[in-house]
């Protein structure tokens, strides 16, 4: 045999080798990247599932409260619309809203046509403008009256 033409074919060999080598550990570095954005895509699906179930759990569910049925208010977020909340909620936001400026509980419950000359009658209503507030549909000025989010 022709030595130079063997030592053409060990070198062609040892190229193909190397080529081999590194398109073994390529396509192990690409089976590696499938894999993990095979991984990221479940991930992605479960977040999906949890943000589709959170939303529609943020709509008011029922509770229980000292054995007595209640309506939970949610909190304001993006995705939340006032529809969301019970209609006596979506009344007083309304009547808020609609306001020259910020007012008083007992303008609120003029509005509504409670009568606020009694005291138990008023409180449980500054009790929803407060939670109103706590969940962020609403703000409370330092003097006591209630405005719109901005």
Same mark, same amino acid.
């Given at each position: 045999?022709d030595? /130079?033409?063997?030592?053409?074919? #060990?070198?062609?060999?040892?190229?193909?080798? /190397?080529?081999?080598? /590194?398109?073994?550990?390529?396509?192990?570095?690409?089976r590696?990247? @499938?894999d /993990?954005?095979?991984?990221?895509? @479940?991930?992605l699906?479960?977040? !999906?599932? =949890?943000?589709?179930?959170?939303?529609a759990?943020?709509?008011?569910?029922?509770?229980?409260? +000292? &054995?007595?049925?209640?309506?939970?208010?949610?909190?304001? *977020? !993006?995705?939340?619309?006032? %529809?969301?909340?019970?209609?006596?909620? =979506?009344?007083?936001? *309304?009547?808020?809203? =609609?306001?020259? +400026?910020p007012?008083?509980?007992r =303008?609120v +419950?003029?509005?509504?046509?409670?009568?606020?000359t009694?005291?138990? $009658?008023?409180?449980?209503l500054r &009790? $929803?403008?407060?939670r109103l507030?706590?969940r &962020?549909?609403?703000?409370?000025?330092?003097?006591?009256?209630? #405005? %719109?989010?901005?």
């Amino acid at each position: 045999m022709d030595p /130079e033409l063997l030592e053409r074919i #060990t070198a062609r060999r040892a190229e193909l080798d /190397e080529l081999e080598e /590194e398109l073994a550990q390529r396509l192990a570095e690409v089976r590696a990247e @499938r894999d /993990e954005l095979a991984v990221a895509e @479940r991930v992605l699906e479960r977040m !999906s599932e =949890q943000l589709t179930d959170e939303r529609a759990s943020a709509a008011p569910a029922p509770g229980q409260v +000292g &054995g007595r049925a209640v309506l939970l208010i949610p909190h304001r *977020t !993006s995705g939340v619309e006032e %529809t969301t909340l019970p209609p006596d909620y =979506q009344r007083i936001l *309304t009547v808020v809203g =609609q306001a020259a +400026g910020p007012v008083m509980a007992r =303008q609120v +419950g003029d509005a509504l046509g409670i009568d606020v000359t009694v005291r138990a $009658k008023l409180e449980p209503l500054r &009790g $929803k403008l407060v939670r109103l507030v706590d969940r &962020g549909w609403l703000r409370k000025l330092p003097d006591g009256r209630f #405005t %719109t989010r901005l």
